[in-house]
């Protein structure tokens, strides 16, 4: 008996060390792929060791759900777009979510004489795990924008909604409270399924009134809330790695909100709370003249160019431009001319979204420089070539102080020679703000589709 | 006192992990999230023991669901990440 549980531990060990060195590896992209396959072997043997538990008595359902669980796994992973990774990933969060939930819910259950301390932990991993649970399928709602009919991809604010969600949090510790107190009297059952359905609840509370803009820190909240969420049920059951795994995925969750935010110049309670802010109207109309030009035009000016910089957004991804703009990057480098990416932090709908569709296009990462790269040698770029990006590059952050994105870090595209703008039309992007760039004197906006734009560009190269 | 053993290992691997993920580079921000959704399936191996008690007819079908879903997060996860990984090329 002691053996078996020694031997499990042990092996837990190897599991947290393989891990922490597969996050290590992450650390470039030349051995991140090999600290991936290190950190699914400290998985593999983690499952198998678990398998040998005393505590099991029969393992038809096991294997069964091992085995249909795989195959959805695997199924989603070969088949998702890479356009569509800020989904998969929002979905696999509430997936998380909901096995931390179910597992605490299945102890609650199993355990009759537990302490209360280890009652309060297990209501935690409840609570979190549940609105982990309901608050990314309302992401995943928002950003796939297949339920766009009930569930709006903008913030969704009714009046009361504050006093409604204060509501919530009291019902939810007076439920935890009664629990805690009476475990074992007829009625704590019917407390801790109201508490697990108070805490769905809150989930959809919380996330609906934060906007699309907003997703990717939400995203990485949500992801760390799930690694929180394991950490909990780690606690209660006691299980040295579940607890430094759900650490290690919470600390991963937290550091990337906090790029985030950062990248937004706005705290973390801004950007959960400021749905409930009535929205200034800007009143600030920018003076000028939008100058648009030809994508046969644009190549004269590429072709005389010496640097080239490619500031990407989501629309690049909307518009699968991205391996035209390779196409491109190759026709600008036969010509001399040296070509990089500027990716600005919050540039597509999640942490590194758009590298993935560069990489995807086998632009090498090498080509891919963060923002404070680019801004420092922005002036010496004769060509920035802004793609589907808009608020990321809009140099109100800079100079108009009552602009609501004033003093947000962004790519600065205005200051490189000269700008070209491939949009569709003059939408502003999701922050809803006017984008002073497309009326600067070096600015060109090029308009239409913008893989239809590069093909153009590219077939005069080839002409 | 188990609990204060617990919390202790908490913490240290609450630091470990912000020391670790601060050196990712934002290019590998993706697969960084994908990766941590397969470690957070971790839940699977305390749900394993539930799955597999005949006892508890309760226990046993939330423990099996939580096995289903965790395997779902750590299969789909690695894969994905694995998939992503293997598209950063280099010059």
Redesign the interface.
């Known amino acids: 008996m002691l053996n078996t549980e020694l031997i499990i531990n042990a092996v837990y060990v190897l599991s947290a060390a393989l891990?922490?060195l597969?996050?290590?590896l992450?650390?470039?992209?030349?051995t991140?792929?090999r600290g991936?396959?290190l950190?699914?072997t400290g998985?593999l043997v983690?499952?198998c060791v678990?398998?040998i538990?005393q505590?099991?008595?029969?393992?038809e359902?096991?294997i069964?759900?091992?085995v249909?669980?795989?195959a959805?796994?695997?199924f989603?992973?070969?088949k998702?777009q890479?356009t569509e990774?800020p989904e998969?990933?929002s979905l696999?969060?509430g997936?998380?979510g909901?096995?931390?939930l179910?597992?605490a819910?299945?102890?609650l259950?199993?355990d009759t004489a537990i302490d209360s301390?280890l009652v309060i932990i297990v209501l935690l991993a409840i609570g979190i795990g549940g609105i982990t649970f309901s608050g990314s399928v309302i992401a995943w709602a928002k950003l796939s924008g297949k339920v766009a009919k009930l569930i709006s991809s903008g913030s969704t604010v009714f009046s009361g909604q504050a006093f409604v969600n204060a509501f919530i949090v009291i019902a939810i510790f007076v439920l935890g409270a009664l629990v805690v107190i009476y475990p074992q009297t007829a009625n704590s059952t019917v407390y801790v399924y109201s508490f697990v359905a108070l805490c769905i609840v809150l989930g959809v509370m919380l996330v609906i009134p934060i906007g699309g803009a907003d997703m990717p820190v939400v995203?990485?909240l949500l992801?760390s809330y799930?690694?929180l969420?394991?950490?909990a049920?780690?606690?209660a059951?006691?299980?040295?790695?579940?607890?430094?795994?759900?650490?290690?995925?919470?600390?991963?969750?937290?550091?990337?909100t906090s790029?985030m935010c950062k990248a937004m110049n706005r705290s973390l309670i801004n950007v959960l709370f400021s749905g409930f802010q009535t929205v200034k109207a800007t009143e600030i109309k920018i003076e000028g003249e939008v100058k648009p030009l030809a994508a046969d035009d644009a190549y004269y000016v590429l072709e005389a160019a010496q640097s080239v910089v490619v500031i990407p957004g989501y629309g690049m991804a909307v518009a699968q431009a991205q391996h035209a703009m390779k196409e491109l990057q190759v026709l600008l480098e036969e010509n001399g001319a040296e070509v990089v990416y500027g990716?600005h932090?919050v540039a597509g709908r999640?942490?590194?979204?758009m590298?993935?569709l560069l990489?995807?296009a086998?632009v090498?990462?090498?080509?891919?420089l963060?923002m404070d790269e680019v801004n420092a040698r922005m002036a010496n770029f004769d060509v920035a070539i802004v793609i589907g990006a808009n608020d990321v590059v809009n140099p109100a952050a800079r100079e108009i102080k009552g602009s609501p994105i004033y003093g947000m870090p962004i790519i600065n595209a205005d200051l490189a020679k000269n700008v070209f703008i491939l949009k569709r039309g003059m939408a502003s992007g999701f922050a809803g703000i006017e984008n002073p760039l497309f009326f600067k004197d070096n600015a060109r906006m090029i308009f239409g589709d913008a893989k239809d734009t590069i093909n153009a560009i590219i077939r005069q190269f080839a002409g | 006192m188990?609990?204060i053993y617990?919390?202790m290992?908490?913490m240290l691997?609450?630091f470990?992990?912000?020391e670790?993920?601060?050196?990712?580079?934002?290019?590998?921000?993706?697969?960084?999230?994908?990766?941590?959704?397969?470690?957070?399936?971790?839940?699977?191996?305390?749900?394993?023991?539930?799955?597999?008690?005949?006892?508890?007819l309760?226990?046993?079908i939330?423990?099996?669901?939580?096995?289903?879903?965790?395997?779902?997060?750590?299969?789909?996860?690695?894969?994905?990440?694995?998939?992503?990984?293997?598209?950063?090329?280099?010059?």
């Not at chain 1, 505590?55 to 393992?59: K, R």
């Not at chain 2, 423990?63 to 090329?89: C, E, H, P, Q, W």
Request: hydrophobic fraction near 55%; proline fraction near 3%.
């Open positions: 891990f922490i597969g996050l290590k992450l650390s470039h992209p030349s991140a792929r991936n396959k950190s699914a998985m983690a499952i678990t398998l538990d505590n099991i008595l029969a393992y359902w096991i069964v759900a091992i249909a669980g795989s959805v796994g695997a989603i992973a070969k998702v890479l990774m998969m990933v696999l969060n997936v998380g909901l096995a931390s179910l597992v819910l299945a102890m259950e199993t301390y995203i990485s992801n799930s690694g969420a394991a950490c049920a780690g606690m059951l006691n299980n040295n790695l579940l607890i430094v795994a759900g650490a290690l995925v919470g600390a991963s969750g937290i550091i990337l790029v990716i932090p999640m942490p590194g979204h590298n993935v990489a995807e086998d090498p990462y090498e080509l891919l963060e | 188990s609990f617990l919390l290992i908490l691997a609450i470990l992990g912000f670790l993920i601060r050196k990712v580079p934002a290019t590998l921000h993706t697969p960084l999230m994908s990766g941590a959704n397969a470690v957070s399936g971790i839940t699977l191996i305390g749900a394993i023991a539930y799955s597999g008690n005949e006892n508890l309760l226990a046993q939330l423990g099996s669901v939580s096995v289903f879903l965790a395997t779902i997060n750590v299969v789909g996860g690695y894969m994905v990440t694995d998939r992503m990984l293997a598209m950063f090329k280099s010059k």
